[in-house]
């Protein structure tokens, strides 16, 4: 089964949806660990990250370029475009997923980028 509807249904929401919308895909239990901030937990709180998210970087686009699933985890690239102090900039990076019951439990993003000027794209993967 794929879990590429759901995590573009997902990407949408973050694009343009209501904090609703976000909630909605997540489990009320979720997770997302990112190398760039703590971790954010519960389907509403995530909803409220990603409000303040699309807050500062007003009109970016979240996109799938690629998701490979099985079983409950898949895999995905996206990138991610907008413009920051005048100029375009697109960031490209990868995530992992696990998908409880139709709904995303956890998201593990594994880049860093530097959220004051998002020209320099992908600064650093902290992992071995």
Not at 74 to 92: P, V, Y
Not at 104 to 118: G, L, M, V
Request: one cysteine or more; aromatic letters at 12%.
């Amino acid at each position: 089964m794929s879990h590429q509807p759901l995590i573009e249904q997902y990407f949408e929401a973050c694009t343009a949806g209501t904090a609703a919308d976000i909630e909605s895909c997540f489990t009320p239990d979720a997770v997302v660990f990112d190398t760039n901030h703590k971790p954010v937990r519960s389907a509403g709180g995530i909803a409220d990250f990603w409000v303040q998210i699309r807050a500062q970087w007003a009109g970016a686009v979240w996109r799938v370029d690629s998701c490979v699933s099985e079983g409950d985890s898949a895999a995905i690239e996206w990138t991610m475009t907008g413009t920051h102090d005048g100029k375009n900039f697109s960031i490209r990076g990868s995530e992992h997923y696990r998908v409880t019951q139709g709904r995303i439990a956890e998201i593990h993003q594994y880049w860093t980028f530097n959220r004051n000027n998002p020209n320099t794209g992908l600064v650093d993967f902290p992992y071995a």
